[in-house]
């Protein structure tokens, strides 16, 4: 079934000039692009989009890492694109991430491995159509 998945390439990624390299590969993959932007995020969009996190010790660094810098928000859409794109992302935790994932091959332990991890991806259809309500409201 077609559907519709949020990627965030996170201040990181972003900062390391990382963001063409993830666009190539959503759209090597055969996902289209179905919206993006550049913004540093405000505390009330991070707020919402980790909601189901606050109140846990990452929580406030998350935070504070996530509006530290510009990110990119991507909409991309395709057959089964939300588990595609965690495919592609691979596991949160570079170090772990196998190598041809983002993650995998540019990620790595700076001190804060699972924070850093260059990109975000919606993990269910449910997350997908809320995440992309915060950060695209036009196309919720
Ligand atoms: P993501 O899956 O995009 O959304 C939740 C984020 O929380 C996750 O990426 C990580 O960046 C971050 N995160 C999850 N667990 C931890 C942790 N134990 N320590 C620091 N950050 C975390």
Redesign the pocket.
């Known amino acids: 079934m077609t559907e519709r998945s949020l990627v965030?390439v996170?201040p990181d990624g972003f900062a390391r000039g990382l963001t063409g390299e993830v666009l190539a590969r959503i759209e090597r993959k055969g996902y289209r692009l179905a919206a993006l932007a550049i913004l540093t995020p405000t505390r009330e969009q991070l707020a919402a989009h980790?909601a189901e996190?606050e109140g846990?010790?990452?929580y406030e660094?998350?935070v504070a890492f996530m509006s530290s810098g510009p990110v990119t928000a991507i909409v991309i859409e395709g057959e089964r694109c939300i588990e595609g794109f965690r495919s592609l992302a691979g596991a949160?935790d570079p170090t772990k991430a196998a190598p041809g994932s983002i993650r995998g091959d540019f990620g790595r332990d700076w001190g804060?491995?699972?924070?850093?991890?260059i990109?975000?991806?919606s993990?269910a259809p449910e997350s997908a159509a809320r995440e992309i309500g915060i950060w695209f409201p036009s196309l919720g």
């Open positions: 965030l996170k980790y996190h846990k010790p990452f660094p998350l949160t804060k491995p699972v924070q850093e991890n990109v975000h991806g993990d």
